[in-house]
């Protein structure tokens, strides 16, 4: 058990969540990788719907995946009648909600007009085709 469950009496307040929470990079794990064909971008959205994601690229080369994942909202709080009911009591709220966003600068070997997004089980997919790169030619020099 940590000192500051100790002294706070496992209160809600966890510091290293505070920060996880507040920080879109942390919140919003994304991972980049680069294949002979394209770059990749695979990013955690636990909750989303692909609706509440956007996808863009801007004029300056970047990408940018952003959304926001809402709070609870207090119909959850109701029960069957309509009313809220007063028996349910949060006891933790790690997980977070607001606005996320992140942003990467693409290369120039970017195809930006061609890029393509795929959103299932709160995995997120971005697919950055890259442009074949021309291979300089090898002029055979004649010796005189």
């Avoid at 064909?37 to 080369?61: N, Q, R, S, T, Y």
């Avoid at 120039?108 to 709160?122: H, L, P, S, T």
Wanted: hydrophobic share 35%.
């Amino acid at each position: 058990m940590s000192v500051i469950s100790q002294l706070m009496g496992n209160e809600i307040l966890d510091p290293f969540l505070s920060v996880v929470n507040k920080c879109p990079v942390l919140n919003t794990p994304t991972d980049w990788k680069e294949t002979p064909e394209a770059h990749v971008f695979i990013a955690d959205l636990p909750g989303l719907k692909k609706e509440e994601v956007k996808v863009e690229v801007d004029g300056d080369g970047y990408l940018e995946i952003s959304g926001e994942r809402k709070a609870l909202e207090d119909k959850e709080a109701e029960d069957r009648d309509g009313k809220k009911s007063e028996a349910e009591k949060w006891h933790r709220v790690e997980r977070f909600r607001g606005k996320f966003s992140r942003r990467f600068r693409l290369p120039r070997n970017a195809k930006r007009e061609e890029i393509k997004a795929c959103m299932a089980d709160g995995v997120l997919t971005v697919i950055v085709p890259k442009v074949e790169e021309k291979k300089p030619e090898v002029k055979r020099v004649e010796i005189h």
